[in-house]
């Protein structure tokens, strides 16, 4: 296996999670929708707002990864839900769907061997396909770290 090849197994194994970091699964897994919208004391976010900020921000490092023609979120408004809870009931499964696609389809851009991981993304500022992949494992990685905490101090974690 070539040191390219290496690398993407390992952002891959990277942005799947489940090594030193919790999996996304794993830690949505039985969620229990009535603990969606509550926000445990001392924690600032229900589960649902860590979810579609885990969702939307994914989403735009997406866009921004492949996308010429990327228009840019208002930072923290437009990375937040403003509600603690899911607008609808169907709300919660249409953004864990959302999430999985893609993440889905950063792995694919990653595992594509014609993506260039270290070639300047031309629309940004320096940022490659590279640093993008690491900037969504980080985050994702953190925010489920919280989902988690919710979860415990909810008292519905194993």
């Known amino acids: 296996m070539t040191s390219k090849q290496n690398l993407r197994k390992h952002l891959l194994e990277l942005l799947d999670g489940g090594h030193a970091h919790a999996a996304f699964d794993d830690v949505i897994a039985n969620f229990p929708s009535q603990s969606y919208s509550e926000v445990p004391k001392g924690l600032p976010h229900s589960a649902w707002m860590l979810l579609e900020h885990l969702r939307i921000t994914q989403s735009d490092i997406l866009e921004f990864s492949r996308n010429p023609k990327y228009k840019a979120l208002r930072w ?83």
């Open 76 to 158: 923290p408004d437009d990375y937040w839900p403003k509600k603690p809870a899911p607008p609808s009931s169907d709300a919660w499964d249409k953004s864990v769907k959302s999430f999985r696609e893609d993440l889905a389809a950063m792995k694919k851009l990653v595992s594509d061997s014609k993506t260039d991981l270290f070639a300047t993304i031309p629309w940004g500022e320096g940022q490659t396909i590279l640093r993008e992949a690491l900037l969504v494992a980080d985050h994702n990685s953190h925010h489920l770290g919280q989902l988690i905490d919710v979860r415990r101090l909810l008292g519905i974690w194993k």
